[in-house]
């Protein structure tokens, strides 16, 4: 790393250590001198926020497992056993349980900082990808997390989650058996998902490694979006940043605190201070809040893929290619694009309705069942398209090719992603409603407008959104106060 | 996170030194305080818990224990050995001359009531539990216990007269809340 | 900004439609009285006299069928009880113990370190005695409930005769019982309080409301024992964040003041 040449530090065994391993140095590139943009807002505190709350989560993670019995028969009972007699067991407990809630709070605005002000573009793709691989692996933990109380809520949505596995054709329920160690959620269920949950944190503290390296080699971006041209754009991490970074993250651990000391299971669910008992049932099973806008998108699939839809996505496919291709905005017929969208649309229709199950019970058949017959069943489209609903963002760097990073430059943009975000919110909001009655076609156009967003919305706009001046340097925009409102259109 | 920022003090050398070197020293005091609190459960959590605490004493009673019998009662994790004693046991161990002995102890100062041994029944040599608690078990050639790792023999007040071990057998903290229930711990 | 204010206010009525009930019950259910709390809100603590008439109704009452397995009886010097009384209230139960030396499992009375003893030897036990429905445990009930100690007062004295409009399309069967505030109203245990069926030496009025808020308190304290300790470290943990971030504050504003635009 840092091996170049070195400049000697004064304090005598810093000098020591560092002549022979330069991690001063490095610390004082990376954290103290680094140029940092001079105009972040306070969006940009959540990567120091999201560092800390690795830390809390991983020691207080292992100060739990000192305790906690990975046993079907004793989990439960460890557990209470933490909350009533190991010392300051509760508040390691409720620490660790809503610190999982604030992780997801910050990593939720943490990734609608990089969406609206561009972050994901060139040239931070690389930085993004691993940023999408640690939300993927902060999932993954958070679920597996969840099951070891072993209440009932625990153990029904292992039930669930694991069931998705089964809508994989052909090997389904033997990917299914294999996950779970056996037919149904058990102890070697219990065992392994213990295993990997105290693993996983240290897998994402790497991948958050990488996450930061990258940042340091592109240098972070800004609410301007622009590039950094001189030093004048630029302040010393140190103590800029550190400061401000401290401040933010005291800011958050004021909310953070207030949940645990007073209102410490409102984000769980009552149902998992029942034990685990496979023979009950509970009456409404709901993943904690952070899964429920993917739960809603899974759920909104009431229907497959039959063979309108698949028309009608080859359609769409059709018109979308002018999109992808080298074609300028002038090239393209939006006239014809438009129809052709229509027909698509049209064929969705016919799709979705032939399967559209009356109160009746019976099927609105249009053409006989050889029409409304799915091919790809709704329980695999729901799980596909909650995978796809992530694996998503892995693409969205490459479907951007909009030059212009920040939102306050793109109005469209901007109101898309805005909407994006109250979409978020709707699905939340399904996903924890029961799937019936005006919920179901509220969460499957919430989930429309999801996909739309990115499959449809970022590619037009990269091609048909006007360009607008950018202001010639931070330094500038800031001490003209151009940093909000964009200046002319370009002539 | 509060490290003193070097770079600022150069900047407002002029200007209220002393306004801003309090909060500095402040903010940095209060995160050296947050630390420490943040510390104190951390190390704290290892310590026995309060269900293992609850079982730091326990009451034993002794009154089904006849005249040469001994029972085994578990407290914080180890046996402690409980004996009736016989007449002749009580002789024995009080007749022996202190000069003869590894560990020096007279009989009175290892018991409470001379018909009552307790003992902590772990070896001082290497820790194993001596045999002689159960009739049918080795007594050892001074008639107490035989520690059958190393061979160390213990005589009817649980003191080293042979073998490895260099002290004898400890005597826990322990009193008797009545008649016949002995409290350890 | 218009535009951000406009979406920050669809954003806040979309938010407190959804979360306002979030928590959604299975089957109709009445709406849970207002009922206030000693232990609420940030300073809310446990009213020891309360506690211990919880106690005791949960003693001559609940305990009969319910177990309440996570509760110690030392955990007993939160109400109030000294060492003494604890020992003393333990040896009127009995607990199993053992296997002795001769292999035989043997009663003997409760010591401090011991759990409520369970009224059932287990699970089947408790179902065959109780038309095939278990009684829970009641050492965590108030936190596995949704409505916590509101909902578990409210369910005691919920009982009363099945509206006519309800009874014309449901029925009872014999074992089942009306409660205005169980989901789906149907319920298997049997009103359990009586007026005056305990008798309180601190001159509370023996009414059923009484008794279920009473009990309703105590197993409050049963589920989180924590509450009284957690409340008051809450309290400072959070005073002095707000001080810390408010020095903190001061610290930035210092450290920036240099910078030009900002």
């Known amino acids: 790393m840092a091996s170049g040449p070195r400049e000697k530090f004064d304090n005598n065994v810093i000098e020591w250590v560092d002549s022979r391993l330069p991690i001063f140095t490095m610390l004082q590139k990376e954290y103290g001198v680094f140029p940092t943009p001079k105009n972040f807002n306070y969006f940009w505190n959540f990567g120091a926020i999201l560092m800390i709350m690795l830390g809390i989560m991983i020691i207080t993670g292992i100060t739990l497992a000192m305790h906690y019995t990975a046993n079907a028969n004793l989990a439960f009972d460890s557990v209470e056993r933490i909350m009533r007699d190991v010392n300051y067991g509760w508040l390691l407990r409720y620490i660790h349980a809503n610190g999982a809630s604030f992780f997801f709070i910050a990593v939720y605005i943490h990734i609608f900082r990089g969406l609206y002000y561009g972050s994901y573009k060139q040239p931070r793709e690389l930085l993004w990808m691993f940023g999408v691989t640690i939300f993927l692996l902060m999932m993954a933990t958070a679920f597996m997390g969840y099951v070891l109380p072993w209440g009932q809520m625990s153990f029904w949505g292992a039930q669930v989650i694991t069931s998705f596995f089964s809508a994989i054709p052909l090997v389904g329920e033997e990917i299914t058996v294999w996950l779970r160690g056996g037919f149904s959620i058990d102890n070697a269920t219990l065992t392994r998902f213990f295993a990997l949950h105290y693993l996983m944190p240290f897998v994402i503290a790497a991948v958050v490694a990488l996450h930061v390296w990258a940042l340091h080699v592109t240098g972070s971006n800004n609410p301007l979006g622009i590039d950094v041209k001189t030093k004048q754009d630029t302040l010393p991490f140190n103590p800029y ?15 953070y605190v207030g949940f645990v000391f007073f209102a410490p299971n409102v984000l769980g669910h009552a149902d998992n201070y029942i034990p ?34 698949l028309i009608g996505l080859a359609i769409t496919a059709f018109a979308m290619k002018p999109f992808f291709s080298n074609k300028t905005k002038e090239e393209i017929n939006l006239k014809t694009v438009g129809i052709t969208f229509a027909i698509a649309g049209i064929f969705f229709l016919i799709g979705y309705f032939s399967q559209y199950q009356l109160e009746s019970g019976e099927t609105m058949i249009l053409g006989g069942s050889f029409i409304s017959a799915a091919f790809i069943d709704a329980k695999l489209c729901g799980v596909l398209a909650m995978f796809g609903s992530i694996a998503i963002l892995f693409v969205l760097p490459f479907m951007d090719k909009h030059p212009v990073r920040s939102a306050r430059f793109r109005p469209w943009f901007r109101i898309a992603t805005l909407l994006l975000v109250l979409d978020f919110f709707v699905l939340m909001v399904c996903g924890a409603k029961p799937a019936e009655g005006f919920w179901v076609p509220l969460s499957q156009v919430a989930m429309l407008y999801y996909m739309g967003y990115f499959i449809i919305g970022i590619p037009f706009l990269s091609k048909f959104e006007p360009v607008l001046d950018l ?21 | ?82 004996r009736h004693r016989t007449d002749e046991e009580i002789m024995k161990a009080r007749s022996v001359k202190l000069a003869d002995l590894r560990d020096p102890q007279t009989d009175e100062e290892r018991v409470q009531k001379e018909k009552w041994l307790v003992m902590t029944g772990i070896c001082t040599h290497l820790g194993c539990v001596p045999l002689g608690q159960k009739p049918s078990d080795p007594k050892g050639d001074y008639n107490g216990w035989f520690c059958p790792c190393h061979g160390s023999h213990y005589d009817t007040s649980g003191r080293i007269r042979k073998g490895p071990a260099p002290t004898n057998l400890v005597i826990p903290p322990y009193e008797f809340t009545g008649d016949t229930v002995v409290k350890i711990g | 900004m218009k535009l951000t204010k406009t979406f920050c206010t669809v954003l806040a009525v979309v938010g407190l439609i959804g979360f306002s009930n979030l928590s959604y019950a299975a089957g109709e259910a009445e709406e849970l009285p207002d009922m206030s709390w000693e232990f609420e809100g940030p300073f809310g603590h446990y009213d020891k006299a309360a506690l211990q008439r919880g106690l005791q109704v949960y003693r001559n009452v609940c305990s009969a069928c319910h177990s309440l397995k996570r509760v110690r009886f030392r ?43 369970s009224p059932y030897a287990n699970d089947k036990q408790a179902a065959y005695a109780n038309n095939g429905a278990i009684p829970p445990d009641l050492s965590l009930i108030t936190k596995a409930r949704a409505g916590g100690a509101t909902y578990t007062a409210a369910l005691l004295h919920g009982y009363e005769d099945p509206p006519a409009e309800w009874a014309e399309k449901n029925q009872l069967l014999p074992g089942q019982y009306y409660n205005k505030y169980m989901a789906g109203h149907v319920i298997a245990m049997p009103p359990p309080l009586a007026e005056g069926q305990v008798a309180y030496e601190d001159g509370t009025e023996t009414t059923v409301e009484q008794y279920s808020r009473d009990v309703a308190h105590f197993l409050n304290w049963a589920a989180e024992p924590e509450l009284e300790e957690r409340k008051r470290m809450g309290v400072k943990v959070f005073l002095f964040l707000l001080a810390f971030a408010g020095i903190m504050f001061a610290v930035k504003k210092r450290v920036w003041s240099d910078i030009k635009g900002k």
């Open chain 1, 241 to 255: 940043y550190t400061i401000k970074d401290s401040f933010g993250v005291l800011v958050f651990m004021l909310f």
């Open chain 1, 276 to 309: 685990a008992n496979p023979l009950v049932t509970p009456a409404h099973i709901v993943p904690e809040w952070y899964f429920l806008p993917f739960y809603a998108i899974l759920r909104a699939f009431t229907f497959g893929v039959n063979l309108p839809i």
């Open chain 1, 471 to 491: 202001p010639d340097s931070i330094h500038q925009a800031v001490t003209q106060g151009k940093t909000k409102k964009s200046v002319k259109k370009k002539a």
């Open chain 2, 1 to 82: 996170m509060t490290d003193t920022p070097q770079k600022i003090s150069d900047n407002d050398k002029k200007e209220e030194p002393t306004r801003r070197d309090f909060l500095y020293l402040t903010a940095a005091s209060m995160g050296a305080v947050a630390v420490g609190s943040i510390a104190w459960p951390l190390v704290n959590q290892m310590s026995p818990a309060k269900d293992t605490l609850a079982l730091a004493t326990t009451e034993v009673d002794i009154a089904p224990v006849e005249v040469g019998q001994a029972i085994t009662v578990m407290w914080r994790g180890a046996p402690v050995f409980i």
């Open chain 3, 75 to 117: 955990n007993l010097e939160a109400l109030g009880y000294d060492e003494s009384q604890i020992k003393a209230i333990a040896a009127e139960y009995t607990v199993t113990d053992g296997p002795n030396d001769e292999g035989e499992m043997f009663d003997r009375p409760a010591r401090p370190s011991d759990a409520f003893p």
